[in-house]
C-alpha cells in the first residue's frame, strides 16, 4: 500500500506506462482500489448518482430506511436521512488505474450486484457464472456467495494454462472491453476480472434490488450485531459469560453434518466456543445463503463449522441459548425437516389446532424481529 495524493495517483495513472527506466515487470502496478469519493467530496453527491434509468430499480436506501425504522426506532427522521445518505455514497467508490492494473476476479460481498461505469479510459472485463463458483475458487469457496471477496477467486483469466484448465474443465469465460461512457453490470455472485488497458477513471456502484434484497438484509444484521457485542464489552452489560469445556465428550462428525439457525433475528459465530469471543458474523433463519452451515465437531453444547468461516478461521455456534434464557439457536437440518414432513402430513383441523395451541403459548414470531445479546 502506498500513500500519496490525488494529484500524484493521477499522474501516475497517466503516465507509469510511459516510464522506460525499468524492465516490465519489475515493480508492481499501483491501483487507487476503491476510493470514497463522495465521502472525500460531498459536494460532488447527486442522490440519482447510483441509478441507471430503464434498467436497474434499486432498493438500497427505502430497504435500509424500513430496516433503520424497524430496529432502531429511536432515531429521528433527520438522523435516518443523514445515515441514508452517508449509506448510499459509500456505496459508490471511485477507481484510478495505470495501464496494467488489475482487480482479481472476485464475487461481491453481501451479494451485491454491481455496476461499473467507464469515465477515462479503455478496461478489459472477464466473467464467470455463479454456478460455476467452484471451477473459479476451488479451494475457497464454501458454496456461500454471501462471504463475496472475503474469498477472492484463484483464477487469472490472462494466464494461458489457467484459460486451458478452465476449457478441460467446462468453464465459461466471458468477456468484453468497456469504452469511455459505456457501464458494464455483474450480477449478485458473478465473479468479475479487470485490468487496464489504458489508464482508467472507473465509478462503481453496489446495490440491491428485489431479487438479492435478502444480501443487503444479512449486511444490516451483521452491522448491527456487531454493534450489540461491543456496546456489551464496553459498558459491561448483557448476560454472563457462557464457556465451553473442552475436555467434555466431543462428537465428531465425518461427514460433516448440517444445522439450520432457528434464532430470529441471528445468531452470532465467533471465533472460540465462548459468548465473549470475538465475532466473525451471523447465521440468519431468513437469509439464502446465511442459514445453513455444515459441522464437524460438537464440544459443550458449541458447534464448530466444517470449514473456515471468515479469513481461513474456523467459526463456533452455540446450539441452546437456554443458559441466557433464550431457547433453539441452531438445529439439525434433517430434525428440521423431518418435523416439516409431520406438519405437512397432519390433517387441516389439527394443524389448525396446533398453530391455536402455539399462538396461545406466546410461541409466535414476532412482526419485528428484536435482536437479542448474548
Same mark, same amino acid.
Given at each position: 500500500m502506498a500513500e500519496c495524493t490525488l494529484r500524484e495517483a493521477m499522474h501516475y495513472a497517466r503516465t507509469s506506462h510511459l516510464d522506460t527506466t525499468c524492465e516490465r515487470g519489475d515493480a508492481p502496478v499501483l491501483y487507487m482500489n476503491g476510493w470514497d469519493?463522495?465521502?472525500?467530496?460531498?459536494?460532488?453527491?447527486?442522490?440519482?448518482?447510483?441509478?441507471?434509468?430503464?434498467?436497474?430499480?434499486?432498493?438500497?436506501?427505502?430497504?435500509?430506511?424500513?430496516?433503520?425504522?424497524?430496529?432502531?426506532?429511536?432515531?429521528?427522521?433527520?438522523? !435516518?436521512?443523514?445515515?441514508?445518505? @452517508? #449509506?448510499?455514497?459509500? *456505496? &459508490? /467508490?471511485l477507481f484510478i488505474g495505470?495501464?496494467? $492494473?488489475?482487480?482479481?476476479?472476485?464475487?461481491?460481498?453481501?451479494?451485491?450486484?454491481?455496476? !461499473?461505469?467507464?469515465?477515462?479510459? @479503455? #478496461?478489459?472485463?472477464? *466473467? &464467470? /457464472?455463479?454456478?460455476?463458483?467452484?471451477?473459479? $475458487?476451488?479451494?475457497?469457496?464454501?458454496?456461500?456467495?454471501?462471504?463475496?471477496t472475503k474469498y477472492s477467486g484463484r483464477l487469472d483469466p490472462l494466464d494461458p494454462l489457467a484459460q486451458l484448465s478452465a476449457q478441460r474443465n467446462g468453464l465459461q469465460l466471458f468477456a468484453t472491453v468497456l469504452e469511455p461512457g459505456q457501464t458494464i453490470l455483474a450480477p449478485d455472485g458473478w465473479w468479475h476480472y479487470a485490468v487496464s488497458l489504458t489508464p482508467t477513471i472507473?465509478?462503481?456502484?453496489?446495490?440491491?434490488?428485489?431479487?438479492?434484497?435478502?444480501?443487503?438484509?444479512?449486511?444490516?444484521?451483521?452491522h448491527l450485531a456487531r454493534v450489540i457485542d461491543t456496546a456489551r464489552?464496553?459498558?459491561?452489560?448483557?448476560?454472563?459469560?457462557?464457556?465451553?469445556?473442552?475436555?467434555?465428550?466431543?462428537?465428531?462428525?465425518?461427514?460433516?453434518?448440517?444445522?439450520?439457525?432457528m434464532h430470529s433475528p441471528f445468531v452470532y459465530v465467533r471465533d472460540l466456543p465462548r459468548t465473549d469471543a470475538n465475532v466473525l458474523g451471523v447465521l440468519r433463519p431468513s437469509s439464502k445463503d446465511r442459514c445453513i452451515v455444515t459441522i464437524d465437531l460438537e464440544v459443550d453444547g458449541w458447534l464448530r463449522t466444517a470449514e473456515p468461516f471468515d479469513k481461513g478461521q474456523h467459526g463456533w455456534l452455540l446450539a441452546h441459548g437456554g443458559k441466557l434464557g433464550l431457547g433453539v439457536l441452531m438445529q439439525k437440518v434433517s430434525v428440521v425437516n423431518a418435523a416439516q414432513q409431520q406438519l405437512n402430513m397432519m390433517p387441516p383441523a389439527e394443524l389448525l389446532k396446533l398453530q391455536k395451541q402455539i399462538a396461545a403459548a406466546g410461541l409466535q414470531v414476532p412482526k419485528a424481529e428484536q435482536p437479542e445479546m448474548y
Open positions: 469519493v463522495f465521502d472525500a467530496l460531498p459536494q460532488l453527491w447527486d442522490s440519482n448518482i447510483d441509478q441507471i434509468p430503464g434498467t436497474i430499480q434499486p432498493l438500497t436506501v427505502s430497504e435500509n430506511r424500513k430496516l433503520n425504522q424497524a430496529n432502531l426506532p429511536q432515531a429521528s427522521e433527520e438522523e !435516518l436521512d443523514d445515515q441514508m445518505v @452517508r #449509506k448510499a455514497r459509500g *456505496l &459508490c /467508490k495505470a495501464v496494467g $492494473a488489475v482487480t482479481r476476479i472476485h464475487q461481491d460481498n453481501s451479494n451485491a450486484h454491481a455496476w !461499473l461505469c467507464n469515465i477515462r479510459g @479503455r #478496461k478489459l472485463y472477464v *466473467l &464467470c /457464472k455463479p454456478s460455476d463458483s467452484s471451477k473459479v $475458487a476451488p479451494v475457497a469457496t464454501s458454496g456461500s456467495k454471501a462471504h463475496g472507473t465509478l462503481m456502484c453496489n446495490f440491491w434490488d428485489r431479487i438479492n434484497l435478502f444480501g443487503l438484509h444479512d449486511m444490516f444484521y451483521e464489552r464496553e459498558q459491561g452489560v448483557g448476560p454472563k459469560v457462557l464457556i465451553a469445556d473442552m475436555n467434555a465428550t466431543r462428537v465428531t462428525h465425518n461427514p460433516p453434518i448440517e444445522y439450520q439457525t
